[in-house]
């Protein structure tokens, strides 16, 4: 499987880029036409640093207290934290970075880091947003604690609605042929095309 995988590379920043895998991938939310693998970006110095800037600058007139990470993301929101406190309006701003436990799709916080959350500006930050549901429920938990949700930021994006500003480092578009579908709605299912693998925030595990 891993020979179909082809490399995209930012169009901001040719640091930046995520291998992509056709096949039929089942997701906690969805299937998929493609496997999208962002470990370069969560795991590499250099590449989480730039996709850190050009997150930061996206949100460099933003207030931000607060940023939770989801999807092994922490790393990169060390740096848009420390980008955000030298640019813009958040200059000398002491940014928190946390990240929640997830019960289900509810995002829970401990009160030790309640303090971050509530009564703050909080900005979420995940790797993968393809139909909304991650960034949705993200963003009803932090209302939920007490906090102002004031953007979502992600790697890899699919158009959905959401009511606080969503920035995204590749959309679908950036991908042909990428379709996402439910489960119950999932042609290649339907056309008994076997599932290659189950894809979560830490990798892939192949269906044999």
């Given at each position: 499987m891993e020979k179909r995988a082809y490399e995209i590379f930012s169009n901001y920043n040719r640091e930046i880029s995520i291998k992509v895998i056709p096949g039929h991938f089942a997701?906690?939310?969805?299937?998929?036409?493609?496997?999208?693998?962002?470990?370069?970006?969560?795991?590499?110095t250099e590449a989480a640093k730039a996709a850190a800037k050009i997150l930061s600058d996206s949100f460099a007139s933003t207030p931000v207290d607060t940023i939770i990470t989801l999807e092994r993301m922490k790393m990169v929101g060390a740096f848009m934290a420390d980008y955000l406190s030298h640019s813009g309006i958040n200059v000398r701003q002491n940014i928190a970075v946390i990240t929640p436990e997830l019960m289900g799709e509810k995002?829970?916080?401990?009160?030790?880091?309640?303090?971050?959350?509530?009564?703050?500006?909080?900005?979420l930050l995940t790797a993968s947003a393809t139909t909304g549901?991650?960034?949705?429920?993200?963003?009803?938990?932090i209302r939920y604690y007490g906090g102002d949700p004031v953007?979502?930021?992600?790697?890899?994006?699919?158009?959905?609605?959401?009511?606080?500003?969503?920035?995204?480092?590749?959309?679908?578009?950036?991908?042909?042929?990428?379709?996402?579908?439910s489960p119950q709605d999932c042609p290649l299912c339907?056309?008994?095309?076997?599932?290659?693998?189950v894809v979560n925030s830490y990798g892939y595990s192949k269906i044999i």
């Open positions: 997701t906690k939310h969805s299937h998929v036409s493609h496997c999208i693998d962002m470990t370069e970006v969560k795991s590499r995002m829970l916080l401990r009160d030790n880091f309640l303090p971050y959350v509530m009564n703050c500006h909080v900005l549901q991650t960034v949705n429920s993200g963003i009803e938990g953007g979502a930021a992600t790697v890899f994006g699919g158009d959905f609605e959401c009511d606080v500003p969503v920035v995204r480092l590749f959309g679908v578009n950036d991908i042909p042929k990428y379709i996402s579908y339907k056309n008994n095309v076997k599932v290659d693998a």
